[in-house]
């Protein structure tokens, strides 16, 4: 205890007894508060020089702000694959990575998301520029081509990104999370680059692994198209637009309200819609649009149809075929889309059992119930980057884009509710040197250091006189495969033992007696390197 500190709890003693001096000899009022007011600045240099918290101070409570988490080891180890999986399936097609601030000027990402907009997260004033998190990855791609004059790049940016939504952190659903996107800018052939995009979501989402899942597809002119028919006012559109894209969570009859009672559909026009937006296929659903001469006046329908033709032609290529569903309820509410959509959803195994005729019995509202959750979204925004243009006083210069987005903390819930914790290994250790007896710490480090010279990720126990049992241990627990271990008789005759700690084998006995010059070939050997 410093003097200090001694010496200010002596004069609160002697403080507390004048001021009980006073009050007993009914001093003036002003005297003891005098006193009092003394009494309180002792006992708060006292907590200063002391550390101690304010006695008002409120008790910090430890937690992540709502809709964001921490990840351990292991499940970061596990997301570390999912990232490298998914990268690697990017850089096969060709693509290049770059990279944008994590918030953008506000006005660079209003207008852009329609209802979701409300979604953004605005920051303070810090600086003269009304700033805001970027909500995706798309808009800040869309803007960096603009700005940089970007004519054609097959591009992925892998980044955290901001919603201000109601969080469901068991499916995924997250305020900060990771995206994923992959996509392609530049004036192609219609759908070659479109259906590459089907083809990389097919790759991703196989790679990894997240069951089965099936991609929805549908084309905005083809919606508009039907938007138009159905007698939809132009400055509805989007509005409409935004309560069709939750039919995969809603039924048909809760859409119709939204459309009718909120948004001010007329009853007739929302049923004709109803019409159209329930019907799901594959190639052959083009011939039934193909027979709605209502429909096919439409240019919007007729260039819709063209596309989509084109695009399935594309998609048996590439062998995604039957991965597809044409879905036209698919509605995508982001207000930059213009020509193919699409979304991944994972189906529940049963329904891949279920019958035609327990198909067709159902009501097609309830279409959704077989969607557990959408894990990749995407389409054509050939305006977007041509608005950016536009705002810069430069004569309108579209770049046609269209991409993927992977939603990969959905990836994540799906993959880790498959496995065991103990299946995971959090850290890359290939190799534990172990002391059988007297510590040996400085022999150790020196093999680990040839080890990793060698290029072999290795560890030891940092400790002088390690126990046995303890670096066994580390090696059950941390899912090391193999141990390098030395005593003083090893060491004298130029040896170690290699044990294989993956399989519980008593024929390995101590080891595998190996010449310390053949240790780092046997292990890499061992390894596959």
């Not at 003036?28 to 006292?46: F, G, N, S």
């Not at 499916?171 to 999370?177: D, N, P």
């Not at 939809?232 to 009718?260: F, G, N, Q, Y």
Request: charged share 30%; hydrophobic share 40%; proline share 2%.
């Amino acid at each position: 205890m410093s003097g200090t500190v001694e010496q200010l709890q002596a004069q609160i003693k002697v403080q507390g007894d004048a001021i009980r001096q006073l009050k007993a000899a009914q001093a003036p009022a002003d005297d003891v508060q005098a006193a009092l007011t003394l009494m309180q600045d002792l006992k708060e240099r006292l907590r200063i020089e002391t550390g101690a918290p304010p006695a008002d101070a409120k008790k910090l409570v430890l937690k992540t702000p709502k809709g964001t988490r921490d990840y351990t080891a292991k499940e970061m180890s596990v997301r570390s694959d999912i990232f490298q999986a998914i990268t690697s399936v990017f850089e096969r097609h060709g693509a290049v990575t770059i990279d944008t601030p994590v918030f953008e000027l506000k006005e660079i990402l209003m207008g852009k998301y329609g209802e979701d907009s409300k979604l953004i997260y605005d920051l303070a004033d810090q600086g003269g520029e009304s700033c805001s998190l970027r909500y995706d990855l798309t808009v800040p791609f869309a803007r960096y081509v603009a700005m940089n004059g970007v004519t054609s790049i097959k591009r992925y940016h892998i980044a955290k990104v901001y919603r201000r939504d109601q969080p469901a952190m068991t499916k995924g659903r997250m305020r900060e999370f990771f995206q994923c996107d992959y996509d392609i800018a530049g004036a192609y052939d219609v759908m070659v680059a479109d259906a590459e995009c089907v083809r990389v979501a097919v790759e991703v989402l196989s790679k990894v692994d997240v069951g089965a899942f099936v991609i929805k597809i549908n084309h905005r002119m083809l919606l508009d198209a039907v938007f138009e028919t159905a007698g939809v006012e132009e400055e509805k559109v989007r509005a409409i637009s935004s309560a069709v894209d939750k039919l995969d969570k809603l039924p048909w009859a809760d859409v119709r309200r939204e459309m009718t009672e909120e948004k001010g559909l007329d009853g007739a026009v929302a049923d004709r819609i109803g019409e159209f937006v329930q019907l799901r296929g594959g190639a052959e659903l083009l011939e039934r649009l193909q027979s709605m001469p209502d429909l096919m006046r439409s240019e919007k329908a007729q260039q819709g149809v063209r596309e989509m033709q084109a695009f399935f032609k594309y998609a048996e290529i590439y062998g995604v075929l039957d991965r597809i569903s044409f879905d036209m309820s698919l509605a995508r509410g982001l207000d930059y889309y213009t020509g193919i959509i699409y979304e991944a959803v994972l189906v529940e195994e049963e329904e891949k059992s279920r019958t035609k005729s327990q198909t067709k019995s159902r009501n097609p509202s309830d279409e959704s119930q077989a969607r557990v959750g959408s894990i990749a979204a995407g389409g054509r925004y050939d305006k977007l980057v041509g608005m950016f243009a536009e705002s810069r006083g430069k004569k309108a210069a579209d770049v046609p884009c269209v991409g993927i987005s992977f939603g990969v903390e959905r990836i994540y819930s799906v993959v880790m509710s498959r496995m065991r914790e103990q299946q995971i290994k959090a850290n890359r250790t290939q190799v534990y040197v172990i002391a059988a007896h007297n510590g040996l710490l400085e022999e150790r480090m020196r093999i680990t250091t040839e080890l990793w010279d060698a290029g072999i990720a290795a560890e030891f126990m940092y400790k002088a006189k390690a126990k046995l049992q303890a670096q066994f241990k580390v090696c059950d627990d941390e899912r090391i495969p193999l141990a390098v271990i030395i005593g003083q008789s090893e060491i004298d005759d130029g040896i170690v033992l290699i044990k294989n700690m993956a399989v519980r084998d008593e024929s390995q006995g101590n080891g595998v007696r190996v010449k310390r010059v053949d240790m780092v070939a046997e292990l890499k050997q061992r390894l596959g390197q």
